[in-house]
C-alpha cells in the first residue's frame, strides 16, 4: 500500500484545525484505493483548505480563487486515468466558485470534490462566507444576515448523481464516504463540516459531535425526494452520510471523441495540423 503522506514539520495551518484530520484520512484513503501518487491530481484554489494539496504526496495544482473545479475538469478531460480530487473550501466552491459548482453537477465531470465547510473565510481573518450559520441567539463574529447556502439541497436540485456530507473528527465515518466518493462514476460532492479554531468558536469539534448523527442503516439513497427531504435537516440534529448516488452517464461516456479507449494526452496531433491553428492567431 503506497504512503500518501507528506512527512513535514512545516504547516500553514493553525494547531487543531480540521483540516489535519481531512488530510490524514483522504491520504490514507488514497493507499487503501490501492491508488499510485502519479494517478492522482488534487486541486484546489485559493484559501487553508485549498492548501491540502500541499500535504499529500501525489500531483498537486493550486489555481484561482473560486476556479479549482474548471482547472480539474480541464486535467480529467485531458487525461481521464487520473482521479482528480478538488479539495477547496466552503467560500472557494460555493461563493466565487459557485457557477462553476452548478455546471460541473449538469456535466457529470468524473471527478471528487471535497468541500472543507468551515462557515468562514479562514485565510481573510473571519469573514462571513455562504454557508456561515444565522446571526442572532448570541451569535458573534460571522453570521449571515440572509439564509445560509445549502450545499446539498442545491446540488440534489441541480442534478447530482452523489451528495454526501460527513464531518473532520470522525475518522471512520469520513474514510467510508470518501472511499465512496471516489469510486463513485461521475461527480460526487461531499461536503465536510469542520471547525475554524481561530474564527469559529460555535461550529467546534464538540458541537458536531454533539450534533450531527449517521443517516439510518435502511437510508435508501437513491431515493431523491427523501434526500431532499433529509438535506434539509440542519439545526438541532445534523445527519451525516450519503444523502443521493445514482448512476448517470458521465461527460465522457457522452462525448466519443474522449471516451474511445484513448485519452487525450495520448492522441498523435500532427505539428504542422498545430501551427495551421497557430497561425489563425498570430
Known sequence: MTDFAFHSDQSAWCPGCGNFDIAVTLAAVLGELRLTPERVLLVGGIGQAAKLNQ???ANGYSGLHGRALPAAVAAKMANEALTVIVDTGDGDSYGEGGNHFLHNIRRNVDITHFAHDNQIYGLTKGQTSPTSDPCGQGRGGACNLGKPFNPLLVALAAGATFVARTISGNREHMAGVMKAAILHNGYALVDILQPCVSFNKVNTFAYYKEHTYALEADYDA???ET????????????????FYQVERPTYHQQRPGLY?????????????????LL????
Do not use: C, N, Q, W
Open 260 to 276: 474511445d479507449g484513448t485519452p487525450m494526452i495520448d492522441k498523435p496531433v500532427s505539428l504542422p495540423e498545430v501551427e495551421a
Open 279 to 282: 497561425a489563425r492567431f498570430a
Open 55 to 57: 500535504y499529500i504526496d
Open 227 to 242: 434526500a431532499l427531504l433529509r438535506s434539509l435537516e440542519y439545526g438541532p440534529k445534523i445527519p451525516i452520510g450519503i
Open 222 to 224: 437513491a431515493h431523491l
